[in-house]
Antibody
Framework: QVQLQESGPGLVKPSQTLSLTCTVS??????????WNWIRQHPGKGLEWIGN???????YSNPSLKSRLTISVDTSKNQFSLKLSSVTAADTAVYYC????????????WGQGTVVTVSS | QSALTQPASVSGSPGQSITISCTGT?????????VSWYQQHPGKAPKLMIF???NRPSGISNRFSGSKSGNTASLTISGLQAKDEADYYC??????????FGPGTRVTVL
């Protein structure tokens, strides 16, 4: 059973970079049998797909966030990360990491989510 | 990319069946059999209920079923139970190798 846990600062100042990490247990990122996704949910709103990274290292992003987004993997720590630059209050949300099985197009496993507030 | 379209709310009495629609375009819902549905209770992470339009993950009740016709996918919950009261989101893979979600549907059990 794959388990995911998000971590990172809960408060980020406007114009700074939001950095989150997702620690994976129950599976090895190095095995390459999952793709790794980030999804967020604005307060009281619906889900928004942010982007993902495939086992090949290729990344795909929501067009609305692409210019500010970096997703990477650290196989030595069995973690993947999100960096979102030049944040504004509109980036305040619950951020989830999620695993997508190789060859599938759904989010099988989710972290519990972490709240990030952008405020000075 | 534009979000998929879902009704804001659907309600039903215990034991009844309800259906939630999810409408996209030929670039997402209509173009791929990669629609999935998620259940989210307040304060909890979403949970996968249906993948690839109509497949249930292990452990998901057969009261949940999915289908698709053209650019519209549907989730049906039969034998509605109090525990089914939650928000439901559809998502689809797109021709840009991205994913798009619907705005969510609040299911109320009367």
């Amino acid at each position: 059973q794959v388990q995911l846990q998000e971590s990172g600062p809960g408060l980020v100042k406007p114009s700074q970079t939001l950095s989150l990490t997702c620690t994976v247990s129950g599976a090895s990122i190095r095995d390459g049998i999952y793709h790794w996704n980030w999804i967020r949910q604005h307060p009281g709103k619906g889900l928004e797909w942010i982007g993902n990274i495939y086992d090949s290292g290729s990344t795909y992003s929501n067009p609305s966030l692409k210019s500010r987004l970096t997703i990477s993997v650290d196989t030595s720590k069995n973690q993947f990360s999100l960096k979102l630059s030049s944040v504004t209050a509109a980036d305040t949300a619950v951020y989830y990491c999620a695993a997508q099985s190789l060859g599938e197009f759904s989010f099988d496993y989710w972290g519990q989510g972490t709240v990030v507030t952008v405020s000075s | 990319q534009s979000a998929l379209t879902q009704p804001a709310s659907v309600s039903g009495s215990p034991g009844q069946s309800i259906t939630i629609s999810c409408t996209g375009t030929s670039s997402d819902v209509g173009g791929y059999n990669y629609v999935s549905w998620y259940q989210q209770h307040p304060g909890k992470a979403p949970k996968l209920m249906i993948f690839d339009v109509s497949n249930r993950p292990s452990g998901i009740s057969n009261r949940f079923s999915g289908s698709k016709s053209g650019n519209t996918a549907s989730l049906t919950i039969s034998g509605l139970q109090a525990k089914d009261e939650a928000d439901y989101y559809c998502t689809s893979y797109t021709s840009s190798a991205t994913f798009v979600f619907g705005p969510g549907t609040r299911v109320t059990v009367l």
